[in-house]
């Protein structure tokens, strides 16, 4: 269910678009822009959270906040990485797959050390994706522990803190420089366009259209 946003009605502000900051921010202005949407003011070097882009007012928010702020009706619309959403589970229109932001979703382990999972009494899994981690466990029969971490998850084999890693990779770069290899993919991830029920409503026109314009340039 979308929320209520406790803000002017939606009527009188602008649309609200939350993006993540981080590496697809630059990809979003780009799609956007080819679409009609003229977001540069985003890219800006500044500590400015909202920017006003014509009919659009942009929020730059942590990659995880996306969906909550569009759940709750705060923002209408969102750019969210597939693998957020999943882990999140919030219910949200997803209407558009904007091709960027392509990675995967890996299991990994230390090169030089294989985990025989037989073997293992205590399998330790660490994971910025805990749900998403525990469904796979799940789907594969295996029973573990696991450790949520916020960020530099390879680190969690190198030091003892765990035997595996779910996280995502795109370059393979990470896991390169950190003497880990992938064992199993749990699944591919890519950035969605996320719009709040209410808004779809309230906004159909302005949403309609966004849509059909990006949709020509996805
Ligand atoms: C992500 C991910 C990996 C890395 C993979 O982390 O969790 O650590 O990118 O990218 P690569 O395959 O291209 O090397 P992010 O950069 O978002 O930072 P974090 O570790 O702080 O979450």
Redesign the pocket.
């Known amino acids: 269910m979308g929320g209520k946003a406790r803000r002017e009605p939606r009527a009188e502000r602008p649309l609200v678009l939350a993006l993540p900051k ?2 697809i921010l630059e990809e979003s202005v780009a799609i956007f822009d080819k679409a009609g949407y003229d977001l540069s003011p985003v890219l800006k070097k500044s500590r400015k959270l909202v920017r006003d882009c014509g009919p659009l007012q942009v929020w730059i928010l942590r ?1 995880s906040d996306v969906p909550t702020y569009v759940h709750h009706g705060a923002a209408d619309v969102g750019v969210v990485g597939s693998d957020v959403l999943l882990e999140q589970a919030f219910d949200l229109y997803e209407p558009l797959d904007l091709g960027i932001g392509r ?1 995967q979703m890996i299991v990994a382990e230390r090169a030089d050390a294989p985990v025989d999972e037989n073997a293992a009494a205590h399998l330790r899994v660490a994971s ?1 994706y805990p749900g998403i981690t525990r469904r796979y466990l799940e789907r594969r029969g295996l029973s573990a522990e696991i450790i949520k971490l ?5 680190l969690g084999p190198l030091t003892g803190l765990s035997d595996r890693i779910v ?11 950190n003497g880990l290899r992938i064992i199993d993919q749990v699944m591919e991830i890519s950035t969605r366009l996320v719009v709040n029920h209410a808004s779809l409503k309230l906004r159909a026109r302005e949403i309609s259209s966004l849509l059909e314009r990006l949709a020509e340039h996805v």
């Open positions: 981080g590496r990659s990675c910025k916020s960020g530099s998850v390879e996280d995502i990779t795109e370059t393979g770069e990470t896991l390169k420089q």
